[in-house]
């Protein structure tokens, strides 16, 4: 069988397929107030395009996937897509970044329909500082979706993105949210993906600056073994339940076994988090391309796969920068 593989070596497993660019939330480190321009529905890849896609890459090879958005729940019928990619057999696992605020009544079926893994996007602890992040105020929703899914059976992580000057004097608050819960809170270097360039900082909060503070408070912190394609640096404090990870996303040191492209709603295939994308899947599918063709043109864009994030961005056209809202590029 051929595989997707990049003239790196690295062979591609893992695919992050956004189903909408719409969210609920208006986080300040992902979109201005105002929102962004949704694109029209007509252009959002239909859920029987997005199975057929990622049946086509699962039969090159992929045996996971991580459905974003926007935020995913949004979307009409999302938990009768996620049935439906259940029948995918060529699937190992099938999980979910979300902000929990539309969850929490659907917990039982992601249960049945052996979802792995939840991603809960929480970067407060707080009520007020939530609402000032997200611009909402769901704060209570949200705490119900972490506690009814720490005690369910999915496997519970919660992405929190480290903003200067916002939720730094949390980040205790969060590790210590694992000495008595058995989940993985895993700690994000802000990027410029806010819909208008990185924001003005007084200090940047880098891996290193992160597992630094959380050295001044724990003596006892045990590194994890981690798969070679985590994203994320992974840790443990001596007697408690759960852990931690710093994910370098700005940074970047995490690229060299990278095992992942990404497809957001409107079709638009990503080698790098960090590019532009480089082909419209929506438009090739659309025009009558057949699932041969489909396997043919995966295997030869993923051969142009770039080194690395720092290269991916100095490719774009014409010294572009990134800026692109994290809603519309998939989570």
């Not at 394609?229 to 339940?241: A, P, V």
């Amino acid at each position: 069988m051929d595989t997707l593989t990049d003239k790196f070596g690295r062979q591609i497993t893992y695919l992050r397929l956004a189903v909408t660019d719409r969210c609920n939330l208006r986080c300040q480190y992902c979109m201005p107030a105002h929102g962004i321009d949704i694109v029209d529905r007509k252009e959002l890849l239909t859920y029987k395009e997005m199975y057929r896609i990622t049946r086509v890459l699962s039969e090159l090879g992929v045996n996971k996937v991580r459905l974003t958005g926007g935020e995913p729940f949004v979307r009409k019928d999302f938990v009768s897509f996620l049935e439906m990619l259940s029948f995918n057999d060529k699937l190992d696992e099938i999980n979910i970044t979300t902000n929990g605020a539309l969850i929490s009544k659907h917990i039982a079926k992601l249960e049945e329909l052996n979802i792995k893994t939840i991603n809960l996007s929480i970067d407060s602890l707080s009520k007020e500082n939530f609402a000032k992040i997200t611009r909402r105020d769901v704060f209570d929703e949200v705490y119900k979706t972490l506690e009814l899914l720490e005690e369910s059976s999915l496997k519970l992580k919660l992405n929190a993105v480290v903003q200067s000057g916002v939720n730094t004097d949390e980040i205790i608050d969060f590790i210590e949210l694992t000495k008595h819960k058995n989940i993985e809170v895993r700690f994000i270097e802000e990027m410029p993906f806010n819909g208008v360039g990185q924001r003005a900082t007084e200090e940047v909060w880098n891996y290193a600056k992160i597992l630094d503070l959380i050295k001044t408070h724990y003596t006892e912190i045990t590194p994890l073994q981690s798969d070679k394609s985590s994203t994320s640096h992974n840790f443990k404090i001596d007697g408690y339940q759960g852990s931690f990870g710093i994910i370098p996303a700005f940074t970047r040191t995490i690229c060299g076994n990278c095992n992942r492209i990404r497809i957001t709603a409107t079709g638009l295939f990503k080698n790098c988090l960090f590019d532009e994308g480089v082909f419209n899947i929506r438009d090739f599918i659309r025009n009558g391309a057949t699932d041969d063709e489909l396997k043919k043109l995966f295997l030869s864009i993923v051969k142009e796969k770039p080194e690395n994030g720092f290269i991916a961005e100095a490719n774009r056209k014409n010294n572009k920068k990134v800026s692109e809202s994290m809603s519309t590029i998939g989570g």
